[in-house]
């Protein structure tokens, strides 16, 4: 089991720049798939970002590839999401997740989420 933690959100004006953080507890984190996922109000959750569990492969959703960094420290337990030239449409609560299998998108893929962090982008 592991347990995540989000941090690192806030507001922004639109074009800044901000980096999330996830903490993971457990001594298990170098085996998971890691992923971020957003929400805005009344919308549903969507995939961002992933990584797979050495940090060597990557996926980023379309509307972020180009602006949005995913990467992990297996030797800190710790997720993050370096989030450049941020839109208004960015404005989400962010969640990050643990998985088993690189690729997914769908949030039944993922087993072990946090809480979330607020991100709000204003124009």
């Known amino acids: 089991q592991v347990q995540l933690v989000e941090s690192g959100g806030g507001s922004v004006q639109a074009g800044g720049s901000l980096r999330l953080s996830c903490t993971a507890s457990?001594?298990?984190?170098?085996?998971?798939?890691m992923g971020w996922f957003r929400q805005a109000p009344g919308k549903e959750r969507e995939f961002v970002a992933s990584?797979?569990?050495?940090?060597?492969?990557?996926h980023l959703a379309d509307s972020v590839k180009g602006r949005f960094t995913i990467s992990k420290d297996n030797a800190k337990t710790t997720l993050y999401l370096q989030m450049n030239s941020l839109k208004p449409d960015d404005t989400s609560l962010y969640y990050c997740?643990?998985?088993?299998?690189?690729?997914?998108?769908?949030?039944?893929?993922?087993?072990?989420w946090g809480q979330g962090t607020q991100v709000t982008v204003s124009s």
């Open positions: 997740a643990a998985g088993s299998i690189f690729g997914r998108t769908a949030e039944y893929d993922y087993r072990y």
């Open positions: 457990g001594r298990t984190f170098s085996s998971y798939v």
């Open positions: 990584i797979s569990a050495s940090g060597s492969l990557v």
